[in-house]
C-alpha cells in the first residue's frame, strides 16, 4: 500500500528530466534533434532539487516496489525526501515463471518476458504517479533496477568464458509507456571492469547511513541476503559490503514445494517458529562453498533458487528430518547462520559494530528478527522504519538515487564492493 510524506535521513541525488525529441525523415536525426537532445541532457546537472521515481522488483519476485522521492544536493551533501510508495503484484503465472527453472525458458519467452516485464514495471510507475497526485511532466526520470532474470558474476562457463547478467524489463518501454526518460541496466558497466555487479546499494548506504561515530551493518534480506558494513566515519575504502547467502529464497522455496504451491511463504515466521532446527541437517547446509568465500562475492538464484530448495527437501528426507516445520526451520536457521557467520569471519574483524539494520521482506519475519538479537546480543539490532527509511521502499529508493548520480556524470559503484577495478558510471539512458 502507498504511504505518504516522510523524510528520509541524508541521501543523494542530481537531477533527471524529461523531454521528447522530435523525428524528421526515418532514420534521419537533424541537427534540431540532436540540439534538442543535448539541451535535455545538459539541463540534468542544473537543477538542485529533482523529483524521481525508483522502481524495484528482487530476487524474491513478487512485484514491482515504486518510490517517488525528491532529492536535493549530490554525493555525500545530498538529501533525499521520501514523498510516496506503492507496489503492484507480479500475475501468479509470471512469478511461477520468473521462479521456475529457468533453463528451460525459450528466447522467445525471454524476449516476451522483457518487454512484459517493462509493461509491469512502467504500470507501477504510472500507479505511484496516481495515488500521489503528480504528473508524468512532474518527474525528471524514472531509475529502475528491472527484474534480474540471471546472474553470473564469475567468467567460468567452459565455452564462453564471460561474465554475464540480465536485468528484464526493457527501459524503453517504460520511457515509452510513461513519457519519462528512464535510466536502468545498471550492473554491466562494473562487470565490465571485472567487478560482480553486485552488490550495488552500498554506494547509497555509504551516502545516506554513515555515522559519525558508531559502526554499522545494513543487512538486506530480499531474497538473497546481503550486507553493507559502515565502519564509524567511513570512506569508500574501508566499507566492506557483499551477498551473504540466502535471504527468504530458500525459506520461501521450500515452503512452496511443500505446500505444492498452495502457500509461497512462510507468513510472520510462523512455521519456522514451531519447528525444531534439524542440526545435522543444518551443518551440511552450511558447508557450501559460497559461505566460506571471501568477499568481494555476489550468489543469486544460480545457486541458491528452486533447485537448491529442492535438495534441501530430499537431503532433509535422508536424514530423517520429514516434518513440514521442521524443514522451514532449518531453512530459515541457514539464513540465520549463514549471516551470523559472514558477520564473524568477514564483517567484526574490520572494526566496531554498534547496530544491525535489517531491511528487506525478512525484516518483517519475527523468526529472523528474533533469532539475529539472540545471536548477536548486545550488538543493537533495528529495522530501516527505526532509522526514518520506510523499510519496502529502500531499495528503490537506492535505485533513484543510483540513476540521478548517473545524470549528474558522476560514478555510482563501489569497487571495494564489486570488486570492480575502477569506479565507474553505471546505466543506461531511454528516452521518452
Known amino acids: 500500500m502507498g504511504t505518504a510524506g516522510t523524510t528520509g535521513p541524508k541521501g543523494v541525488v542530481t537531477k533527471g ?41 528482487g530476487t524474491s519476485a513478487d512485484g514491482v516496489d515504486a518510490v517517488l522521492c525528491k532529492v536535493t ?24 515463471l520468473l521462479l521456475g527453472d529457468l533453463r528451460l525458458l525459450s528466447c522467445e519467452e525471454v524476449a516476451r518476458l522483457n518487454f512484459l ?48 547478467t540480465l536485468q528484464i524489463g526493457d527501459i524503453s518501454v517504460i520511457a515509452q509507456k510513461t513519457g ?28 545516506l547511513i554513515t555515522h559519525p561515530t558508531l559502526g554499522r551493518i545494513m543487512q538486506n534480506l530480499g531474497g538473497i541476503g546481503n550486507l553493507t558494513y559502515l565502519p564509524p566515519d567511513a570512506s569508500p575504502d574501508s566499507i566492506v559490503a557483499f ?3 540466502p535471504g527468504n529464497m530458500v525459506v520461501d522455496g521450500v515452503v512452496s514445494l511443500l505446500t505444492g504451491g498452495q502457500e509461497t511463504m512462510d507468513k510472520d515466521g510462523r512455521l ?32 541458491f533458487g528452486i533447485q537448491y530448495s529442492k535438495s534441501l527437501i530430499e537431503t532433509a528426507h535422508q536424514v530423517g528430518c520429514v516434518s513440514r516445520e521442521d524443514i522451514v526451520a532449518t531453512a530459515a536457521e541457514l539464513t540465520v547462520q549463514s549471516v551470523v557467520r559472514a558477520y564473524r569471519d568477514f564483517v567484526f574483524p574490520k572494526g566496531p559494530v554498534d547496530e544491525v539494520i535489517v531491511g528487506g521482506g525478512g525484516a518483517r ?39 540521478n548520480e548517473l545524470l549528474s556524470g558522476r560514478t555510482n559503484n563501489l569497487p571495494t564492493a564489486t570488486g570492480a577495478e575502477k569506479a565507474v558510471v553505471m546505466g543506461k539512458i531511454a528516452l521518452p
Open 365 to 403: 519475519n519475527p523468526y529472523f528478527m528474533r533469532r539475529f538479537r539472540q545471536e548477536l546480543h548486545p550488538v543493537k539490532v533495528l529495522t530501516h522504519d527505526d532509522i526514518g527509511i520506510p523499510d519496502q521502499a529502500k531499495e528503490a529508493l537506492a535505485f533513484a538515487i543510483l540513476g
Open 17 to 57: 528530466m524529461t523531454g521528447r525529441v522530435a523525428t524528421g525523415q526515418p532514420g534521419e536525426v537533424t541537427t534540431c534533434e540532436r540540439t534538442g537532445m543535448t539541451s535535455l541532457l545538459n539541463a540534468v546537472g542544473k537543477k538542485d532539487a529533482r523529483l524521481l521515481i525508483g522502481l524495484m522488483s
Open 243 to 245: 551477498d551473504t547467502g
Open 73 to 96: 544536493g549530490s554525493e555525500k551533501g545530498a538529501r533525499a525526501e521520501f514523498l510516496h510508495l506503492t507496489s503492484v503484484e507480479y500475475p501468479p503465472s509470471i512469478r511461477r
Open 272 to 303: 519456522a517458529s514451531s519447528g525444531c532446527v534439524h542440526r545435522r541437517l543444518l551443518e551440511h547446509l552450511l558447508d557450501h562453498p559460497y559461505f566460506r568465500k571471501p568477499p568481494p562475492k555476489s550468489t543469486g538464484r544460480e545457486l
Open 180 to 207: 519519462v526518460l528512464t535510466i536502468g541496466d545498471f550492473r554491466p558497466a562494473d562487470m565490465a571492469q571485472g567487478g560482480q555487479g553486485a552488490p550495488l546499494v552500498p554506494y547509497v548506504d555509504y551516502l
Open 117 to 164: 516485464i517493462g509493461d509491469i514495471f512502467a504500470g507501477a510507475a504510472l500507479k505511484c504517479l496516481a495515488e500521489s497526485g503528480f504528473k508524468p511532466e512532474d518527474i525528471d526520470a524514472i531509475c529502475s533496477h528491472g527484474q534480474t532474470l540471471v546472474h553470473f558474476p564469475e567468467p567460468d562457463h567452459p565455452v564462453i568464458p564471460s561474465r554475464a
